[in-house]
């Protein structure tokens, strides 16, 4: 089956600290990879993506890079701040068939002034 | 001039009862929709519409019932609530299948 599995939190790191939540998937097919983030009380937000293999997504600082070979999506951010506390997931979704976002269990982040 | 809305933001009730949570894009999008995250905060969708078509029925429980009255509502009806459907249901709209979805700010269900 498809599924996404992400590092367990809670995460807890300084400001300015360097930031990896790990996020490797299974798929039978070529999926595109998302991370999307939930700020409290809020709904997710689309943080970045990648379409192929190699491909990096970026924004806010935020990077991941598509590892076919490992099957991976890890994401990094070299300097996080304490705007960045949240709660993070990795996803996937199938390019064939019903197309549905395959979500992981949520990395929960926070940053300590 | 909010993209995804959802009401209640909250809804308290009882067991037994039937409740629904409402929809509503503002964005233009063709697909809608619903997710739930439980406790821990797994996340999982339950249903798709595409042009007030159903698309994604995941195996969720005959008691849910989507409705789309138009492409920009898309409406979570549930019958006979039970203590494991307190959850926050999350609704969310996309251009196309393939879009990016963009999420309302969910609706907290505690059923007593």
């Known amino acids: 089956g498809n599924s996404v599995t992400q590092m367990e939190g809670p995460v807890t790191l300084s400001e300015e600290a360097f930031l990896t939540i790990n996020c490797t998937y299974t798929?039978?097919?070529?999926?595109?990879l998302f991370w999307y983030v939930q700020y409290p009380g809020e709904g997710l937000q689309l943080l970045l993506k990648?379409?192929?293999?190699?491909d990096k997504g970026s924004n806010k600082g935020f990077e991941a890079t598509y590892r076919k070979e490992t099957t991976s999506f890890h994401l990094e951010k070299g300097s996080v701040q304490v705007s960045d506390s949240a709660v993070y997931f990795c996803?996937?979704?199938?390019?064939?068939?019903?197309?549905?976002?395959?979500f992981g269990q949520g990395t929960r982040l926070t940053i300590n002034p | 001039d909010t993209a995804v809305s959802q009401t209640p933001k909250y809804l308290v009730t009882q067991m037994g009862n039937d409740k629904s949570i409402k929809c509503e894009q503002n964005?233009?999008?063709?697909?809608m929709y619903w997710y739930k995250q439980d406790s821990k905060k797994f996340l999982k969708i339950m249903f798709s519409y595409n042009n007030k078509e159903l698309i994604i029925n995941e195996t969720v429980p005959n008691r849910f019932s989507p409705k789309s009255p138009d492409k920009a509502h898309l409406n979570l009806h549930i019958n006979s609530l039970e203590l494991g459907d307190s959850a926050v249901y999350f609704c969310?709209?996309?251009?196309?299948?393939?879009?990016?979805?963009?999420f309302g700010p969910g609706t907290r269900l505690t059923v007593l």
């Open positions: 996803a996937l979704r199938l390019i064939q068939g019903a197309q549905k976002l395959v």
């Open positions: 990648a379409t192929k293999a190699d």
């Open positions: 969310a709209s996309s251009l196309g299948l393939t879009d990016t979805q963009y």
């Open positions: 964005l233009g999008h063709d697909t």
């Open positions: 798929a039978t097919g070529y999926p595109s």
